[in-house]
């Protein structure tokens, strides 16, 4: 069955970087466009990021534009989101997942940014 299993959140201080990662199985990862989402507490969830099935399309809301990139290993399944220059409001819990299989996402990785 699809499985989406994200990992690499923890706590670090504004300023700081951390590397998330994202393990797919269940389904043709190499076809799909992949994203990761967050939710920070009391907010909806939102699109941070976007990456075509190559890795040649990327996408990124304006919030992130210039600290965060999305990529992807298809030979591994997985798809990684790194983050530098992390702020308090970035604070949240991330998600991974593909357009096309609407119902599946993980349990997420929690990111805290504080001093």
């Known amino acids: 069955q699809v499985q989406l299993v994200e990992s690499g959140g923890g706590w670090v201080q504004p300023g700081g970087s951390l590397r998330l990662s994202c393990a797919a199985s269940g389904f043709t990862f190499r076809t799909l466009f992949m994203r990761w989402y967050r939710q920070g507490p009391g907010k909806e969830r939102e699109l941070v990021a976007t990456i075509g099935p190559n890795g040649d399309y990327t996408n990124y809301e304006g919030f992130v534009k210039g600290r965060f990139t999305i990529s992807r290993d298809n030979s591994q399944n997985t798809v990684y989101l790194q983050m530098d220059r992390l702020k308090p409001e970035d604070t949240a819990m991330y998600y991974c997942?593909?357009?096309?299989?609407?119902?599946?996402w993980g349990q997420g990785t929690q990111v805290t940014v504080s001093s």
């Open positions: 997942h593909a357009p096309r299989l609407p119902d599946y």
